[in-house]
């Protein structure tokens, strides 16, 4: 349904600016949301921000007013600006997509591509 491509990610020192880009190399259909995620303190996955089929956008907040995610076509940017330190993470893209009305909703992840901000 999906085969996710991250690129974007790089080194970069603090306050200045990355943007991260994410493909649907398979041009699925039906797909409700897209996100960028990191890992978070627990080793879990913590969402940084999502844009759901409709346009609407979510942020976390610690990137909220510095961070940017929108869509064109088949890709999705999350443009970063004012980088800081603890934004250093390897960034995960996330696919929702849900093939039908009936059928759950399958979730596509990226290798992830890795941001380091010197400060």
Known sequence: QAQVMESGGGFVQAGGSLRLSCTNTRG??????VGWYRQGPWNDRELVARISSDG????????????????????????MN???????NVYYCNIDVKPSIEAPVMHYWGQGTQVTVSS
């Open 28 to 33: 699925a259909r039906s797909i409700v949301g």
């Open 82 to 88: 004012s980088l800081k330190s603890q934004d250093t």
């Open 56 to 79: 609407t956008t979510t942020y976390a907040d610690s990137v909220k007013g510095r961070f940017t995610i929108s869509r064109d076509k088949e890709t999705v940017y999350l443009q």
